[in-house]
């Protein structure tokens, strides 16, 4: 995914021109009659469906330690001839290689 600055200069002269108007048009604690609350509500569910609709934007990938795989020997059993009290006898024994 690529840094795409002209999006994020239009998001942020949005964002900034939506504060100003805002800004100018609130009216007075006077004069409110009770609108301040709608006004609220319609500017989190304006903020929501424009959140909404935006693609997050991630920084670069931060790298851990690097992950070493342990590689275990492949082993499996095999019936062979052992010495065991001065003579040979068959026993299972386990061959890893």
Do not use: T
């Given at each position: 995914m690529k840094?795409?600055?002209r999006k994020s200069a239009i998001a942020a002269a949005a964002s900034l021109a939506l504060v100003g108007a805002g800004s100018i048009a609130a009216p007075d604690a006077a004069h409110a009659n009770g609108k301040v609350a709608g006004?609220?509500?319609g500017g989190l569910?304006?903020?929501a469906i424009l959140g909404a609709h935006s693609r997050p934007v991630y920084g670069a990938p931060v790298y851990g330690?690097?992950?070493y795989r342990?590689?275990?020997p492949r082993c499996h059993w095999e019936r062979q001839r052992v010495w065991r009290h001065h003579h040979r006898v068959w026993r299972d024994v386990k061959v890893c290689y």
């Amino acid at each position: 995914m690529k840094f795409d600055i002209r999006k994020s200069a239009i998001a942020a002269a949005a964002s900034l021109a939506l504060v100003g108007a805002g800004s100018i048009a609130a009216p007075d604690a006077a004069h409110a009659n009770g609108k301040v609350a709608g006004a609220l509500v319609g500017g989190l569910v304006l903020g929501a469906i424009l959140g909404a609709h935006s693609r997050p934007v991630y920084g670069a990938p931060v790298y851990g330690a690097p992950v070493y795989r342990v590689r275990h020997p492949r082993c499996h059993w095999e019936r062979q001839r052992v010495w065991r009290h001065h003579h040979r006898v068959w026993r299972d024994v386990k061959v890893c290689y």
